[in-house]
């Protein structure tokens, strides 16, 4: 009995050993290597060799309790707005106060966009979340004006009201549907618009499939095996690359042999992008143009598509938060003229109460949990080392959460907005110089189809209790199934 306890002792022993030498691999990796800079590190744990915090990380998002991660680790190291981590592959910084992200965000000397390979390869290469600063700037100029222009916002608002209405229409007489994915739908038709001009609609429904699909694997592991979502996103990618070449040479076919008409306007995005030529004379190439167009047009419907969900969940659960929006759409309609017909560009801007419930439900969902940055030298934030190569990850969230800045986090409570919210307190689109271009164009169609079901509809959901799915973002798990309905008659 004794040398069986002597072995079963042993074997303890060597386990703990081995499990002691595998928590200091990424110790002995990324720390040893900084001398005495590693003293200066923010607190935290770099977890296991190769896996590092993924695992825990995951667990959480795909558990009800996805703040729990951050908690645990808050609980260990305490509130200092920066801890030092493995994620994605690389030793990492997570910041979570404003102040840090603020930092993060806008201070392009000292970082540059450092998401990872994974979110790389499925947007690409060429996209803006890889491209040099200079690059990002010019080419940033050029399509902005043809999303957030005030001039293109104006013209886009039509098409826009008239497919909102002709949904709203249409889905009364559906039964039930999955909300969400009617409105990815919607916002998905409206951005092909704009970007693509007039596609056909088998080829709008081939994008908007390998887009759900792609979207699946951006937040993914990087496993590149059949049954995983990389895998399969990594797929869909390459079917929605063949679909945007065929368009591509299809517009170049167009082009041929004929001349441009100085000052002609482009018709579409896609005709900028064909067009735009740098001070050295240079054109994009196909891939080039591919990839800013795949990156523009997933992000383009899946935020506006999630959020006017959320919103219109949000204001159907709180009756007095419908009331108050609904009151002021109906004041705004008494007060225009009575020739106007539909809805102009300044009168969503005075929607003040619509603006704060739309902010509200994109604090309270954080449609982009995090942004991903990459120290370019060696940078002191809050008093602790970045290294130099380190990946940042501004943990919006956090901040989004904050109880000093927000009573009742959790709650959803669009007199959050009455105050003016100092700069990094409010993230929804990041911030600094590669702020998400397409902000003013999400709260345009957004705007739009609160204003129009607040005065007509209400949301009947069938399953109000179904579980929530926070990755790759915040969703129910039915994809919100739902009756649109038309309101009582007053």
Sequence with gaps: MASIWFIFGAIAGALLVLRYLLKRVNWLLYEA????????????????????????????????????????????????GIYKVFMFGFPSVIVTSPEACKKVLTDDENFEPGWPQSTVELIGEKSFIKMPFEEHRRLRRLTSASINGYEALSVYLKYIEEIVISSLEKWTQMGEIEFLTQMRKLTFKIIIHIFLGSESEPVMEALEREYTVLNLGVRAMRINIPGFAFHKSLKARKNLVAIFQSIVDKRRDERRGKKPVPGQKAKDMMDSLIDAVDENGRKLGDDEIIDIMLMYLNAGHESSGHITMWATYFLQRHPEFFRKAK?????????????????????VRKMEYLSKVID??????????????????????NGYLIPKGWRVLTWFRSVHFDSELYPDPREFNPENFSVVRKAGEFLP??????????????????????????????????????????????????????????????
């Design 327 to 347: 009151e002021e759409q109906v004041e705004m309609l008494k007060r225009r003229p009575p020739s106007q017909k539909g809805l102009k560009l300044e009168d």
């Design 360 to 381: 509200e439900t994109m604090r309270v969902v954080t449609f982009s949990l995090m942004v991903f940055r990459q120290a370019r030298a060696d940078v002191k934030v």
């Design 429 to 490: 689109f990041g911030a600094g110089t590669r702020l998400c271009p397409g902000n003013d164009l999400a709260k345009l169609e957004i705007s739009v189809f609160l204003h129009h079901f607040l005065l007509k509809y209400e949301l009947e959901q069938l399953n109000p209790k179904s579980p929530i799915r926070f990755l790759p973002h915040t969703r129910p798990l039915d994809n919100c199934l739902a009756r649109i309905k038309k309101q009582a008659a007053a």
């Design 33 to 80: 290597k900084l001398g005495d800079k590693q003293y200066t590190l923010p607190p935290g744990d770099m977890g296991w060799p190769i896996i590092g915090n993924m695992w825990s990380f995951l667990r959480a998002f795909k558990s009800n309790k996805p703040d729990s991660f951050m908690d645990s680790i808050v609980k260990r190291f305490g509130n200092t």
